[in-house]
């Protein structure tokens, strides 16, 4: 490869990220848009319908107003770990989409790691949390940090026992075969064998983001705003965007590992699939994950917060234990081939593997 | 029993589906938000907004500085200074001051007035704009009351039969 063509594959890769963030934050600007409409609606309230027509300019006029704020160092505070830390905790939320497969070529990085990756980069946004928290020298931001920490934590134990169900259902750790291995119809889906998998998935990942009930990290009520209380201005949407940002990334990874992904609900249906067959498996894609992303701002109209302990409880001595019963469950299932699922990876197919090796 | 009752509520997630179920129906519930500017929700006449200082039809202003409404003022709020007017030598107050920040809109100096000087108006939509803005002046309550006196006069014979 001589130097030219390496330039250009890397403006290449560069121009893929772009096509992927701008986007993203785009939509990262909307969902703050489309939280406040609902959560209004569902209190019978209107939401913003001021800037624009409907409401419609909202995001511009806050990021404008965001933008022109003075970012507030507090007396005391670590300048250069205050600073880091938004940039510490925005910057995996948005690597993380480097393995998503918005349709079956349709990914910045095809690899055979994808899932260890997602779960590394969900993780290390943690020290963002905690540096923000702690370089902040205030009290009320260094016990938003703790619980947040503590939060991630704990739930991130019961998330990768998910993540083990499917990665154990989908017999690959590649996002894009996972989603293959759901190929046939909506019935095929993830969705049926794994579901109380999906259910502590999907509520461990509202918890890892921090999202209501579980946004005991910011509990205005207690804490004022958690471990962002001091930041102001751009370091504080900072933050914002990355934790939208992660919303966006969780219901899209629910639609992948448990929904079919870029697959056609459709599919298998006769007169509807040929009907539908026009519609790019991106479109599908996202509108699975903009269902999930509608039931975390339903869950945040719905519920109070909950009480630490209650938390810390739900995770571990509720969601664990479910996920390693399950996962035996699962190995049986799997192994015995029970229904559509697992064709070709039970017994049967070990056997026909160990002979062959013999 | 009950034991199992609680486990298969819990499991089954019973209480928090019907919480989403509730919000769900919320979602498509006709509105009840007030358009602010464009609409508006109904106003007593006895409505307690922002002060004013009425004059009698011929011009001459009602307060005789009699200092009740200073005296009664739970808030403290009002501080008048009192003295003979110059040109006839009755007594009248020389400083009439409000601060709008500390008045917690109760009523008390309309009630106490014996002359129907000071009153609240229905008037709830005004804002300062300068530190020391909060604190009206004698002057700037007279303006008010010469402005909106039709209003108030109107608002206060609708509520005299029940005081
Ligand atoms: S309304 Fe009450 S608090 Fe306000 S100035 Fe009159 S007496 Fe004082
Ligand atoms: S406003 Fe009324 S109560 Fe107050 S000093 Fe004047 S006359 Fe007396």
């Known amino acids: 490869m001589d130097f030219m063509q390496l330039v250009t594959e890397g403006l290449w890769i560069v121009a893929k990220i772009v096509m992927i963030l701008l986007p993203l934050i785009l939509a990262v600007a909307y969902t703050t848009y489309a939280e406040r409409k609902l959560i209004g609606y569902m209190q019978l309230r209107l939401g913003p319908n001021r800037v624009g027509p409907k409401g419609w300019l909202q995001p511009i006029a806050d990021v404008i107003k965001l933008l022109m704020k003075e970012v507030v160092v507090p007396s005391g505070a670590n300048k250069t770990l205050f600073l880091l830390a938004p ?74 026992f998910a993540l083990v169900a499917v990665l154990m259902a989908g017999g690959s750790m590649n996002l894009g075969d996972i989603v293959e291995a759901q190929n046939g119809s909506a019935l095929h889906w993830f969705w049926i064998p794994l579901f109380p998998i999906l259910v502590v998935y999907w509520i461990s990942g509202v918890a890892e983001t921090n999202r209501a009930p579980f946004d005991l990290p910011e509990g205005e009520s207690e804490i004022v705003a958690g471990f962002h209380v001091e930041y102001a201005g751009m370091a504080f949407a900072l933050f914002f965007l990355a934790e939208y940002a992660n919303m966006i990334l969780i219901s899209v990874l629910t639609a992948l590992f448990f929904f079919g992904g870029w697959l056609n609900p459709f599919q298998g249906i006769p007169y509807l699939e040929p009907a539908t067959a026009w519609i790019p498996g991106t479109i599908w894609l996202l509108l699975k994950a903009a269902w999930f992303l509608f039931m975390m701002i339903w869950l945040r109209a719905t519920f109070p917060r909950y009480r630490y302990d209650q938390i810390m409880r739900l995770g571990w001595k509720v969601f664990i234990p479910v996920t390693v019963v399950w996962l035996i469950v699962l190995t049986f299932w799997i192994k015995l081939e029970w229904g559509w699922w697992f064709d070709g990876r039970g017994l049967a197919q070990l056997a026909q593997t160990v002979g062959g090796a013999s | 029993m009950s034991k199992w009752k609680h486990y298969f509520k819990t499991y089954f997630l019973t209480e928090l589906r019907a919480g989403l179920w509730l919000t769900w129906k919320h979602l498509f519930k006709r509105k009840v938000t007030i358009q602010f500017p464009e609409e508006q929700t109904p106003q007593s006449p006895r409505f307690r907004g922002l002060h004013a200082l009425r004059r009698y039809p011929n011009g001459e202003e009602r307060c005789i500085a009699c200092k009740l409404c200073e005296a009664v003022c739970p808030a403290a709020a009002i501080t008048i200074e009192a003295g003979p007017r110059e040109s006839d030598g009755t007594r009248r107050t020389t400083k009439y001051e ?29 804002h300062f704009e300068k530190r020391g803005d909060n604190i009206l002046t004698k002057e700037q309550l007279l303006a008010i009351g010469d402005r909106y006196e039709v209003m108030i006069a109107e608002d206060k014979a609708e509520d005299a039969p029940y005081r």
């Open chain 1, 87 to 160: 940039i510490l905790f925005i910057a995996p939320s948005f690597a993380a989409w480097a393995v998503v497969p918005f349709d079956a070529e349709l990914v910045l990085s095809d690899t055979n790691a994808g899932l260890l990756y997602l779960l590394a980069m969900t993780s290390i946004a943690v020290y963002g949390v905690i540096i923000a928290g702690w370089a902040s020298n205030s009290r009320y931001a260094l016990i938003g940090s703790l619980r947040s920490a503590s939060q991630i934590v704990s739930y991130e134990i019961a998330m990768g």
């Open chain 2, 98 to 126: 409000i601060d709008m920040f500390k008045c917690i809109y109760c009523g008390f100096c309309e009630e106490s007035c014996p002359v129907d000087s000071i009153v609240e108006t229905r008037i709830f939509d005004y």
